[in-house]
């Protein structure tokens, strides 16, 4: 009965400890999308400013009168 107890415990603390390191891993994981995600809105946003700045002005204006 005592070594079944002791194996029992042995097992809970080997579990624990995996429970410890995935717990770590996600919490890594989720900041390293969170940072992506940023990035992401970033770069989203400099794309819309540079398409924005290369718009043909010349294709705005109406021809002029005499066409």
Known sequence: MNETLID???RLAF???GIDELTRTV???QQ???GLQADLKHLAG???EL???FVDPAAAEPP???Y
Do not use: F, G, K, T
Request: aromatic share 0%; no cysteine.
């Open 8 to 10: 029992l415990q042995s």
């Open 46 to 48: 400099l794309l819309r």
């Open 27 to 29: 919490v890594r994981q």
């Open 51 to 53: 398409n924005s700045a």
């Open 15 to 17: 579990q624990e400890a």
């Open 32 to 34: 390293e999308i969170d």
């Open 64 to 66: 002029p009168p005499h």
